[in-house]
T-cell receptor, first 112, second 115 residues
Framework: KNEVEQSPQNLTAQEGEFITINCSYS?????LHWLQQHPGGGIVSLFM???GKKKHGRLIATINIQEKHSSLHITASHPRDSAVYIC??????????????FGGGTRVLVKP | DVKVTQSSRYLVKRTGEKVFLECVQD?????MFWYRQDPGLGLRLIYF???????EKGDIPEGYSVSREKKERFSLILESASTNQTSMYLC??????????????FGPGTRLLVL
């Protein structure tokens, strides 16, 4: 079983709809990351959180440490939000580096 | 702005060739990472480095080696390329705050095709 599971794998929404992507993990973590990957490959870090909630524009990320679960919400979705969204956890192991373990990604398509 | 650059966006090589993928970051980051990304498997860590000349194996190091002679540059080497190494390769870097979660900054990726 993967240590980081995302759902759904694929999501299609109409412009303006509210989108939720879920991430569950089974290990202890020091932080959880949400990443965005547009067609063409480049990955951008959206959020890093270890508790509570963060908001940036129309994006909101929440985490429940006790339940080992995080959600990424997109409010008033727009076609430019079409991308793959990736959840990753930092297990905080050791003094050397911050290695991430990744979920499989959620492919989001927002139709105009 | 942090900038992570990779030497090539697309690369085509023949089986058995030695392949060098280079990554450069301009923010004096301690940590650098090499990942590969494959459909259905997501991103997987090949190697990472937490200091010059220091390296550690990731989840899938077989068939790869790395070199970090200077802080800003991290090279991934395929000693003898094979078709199963056809993939998207992504480099990342982070500041290096041990034990704390921190943002990783990714390069644009190199799409490698081994024929």
């Amino acid at each position: 079983k993967n240590e980081v599971e995302q759902s759904p794998q694929n999501l299609t929404a109409q412009e303006g709809e509210f989108i939720t992507i879920n991430c569950s993990y089974s290990v202890g973590i020091s932080a959880l990351h949400w990443l965005q990957q547009h067609p063409g490959g480049g990955i951008v870090s959206l959020f890093m959180l270890s508790s509570g909630k963060k908001k940036h524009g129309r994006l909101i990320a929440t985490i429940n440490i006790q339940e080992k679960h995080s959600s990424l919400h997109i409010t008033a979705s727009h076609p430019r939000d079409s991308a793959v969204y990736i959840c990753a956890v930092d297990k905080g192991q050791g003094a050397a580096g911050n290695k991430l373990t990744f979920g499989g990604g959620t492919r989001v398509l927002v139709k105009p | 702005d942090v900038k992570v650059t990779q030497s090539s966006r697309y690369l085509v090589k023949r089986t058995g060739e030695k392949v060098f993928l280079e990554c450069v970051q301009d923010m004096d980051h301690e940590n650098m990472f090499w990942y590969r990304q494959d459909p259905g498997l997501g991103l997987r860590l090949i190697y990472f480095s937490y200091d010059v000349k220091m390296k550690e194996k990731g989840d899938i190091p077989e068939g790869y080696s790395v070199s970090r002679e200077k802080k800003e540059r991290f090279s991934l080497i395929l000693e003898s390329a094979s078709t199963n190494q056809t993939s998207m390769y992504l480099c990342a870097s982070s500041f290096g705050l041990a034990g704390l979660g921190e943002t990783q900054y990714f390069g644009p990726g190199t799409r490698l095709l081994v024929l």
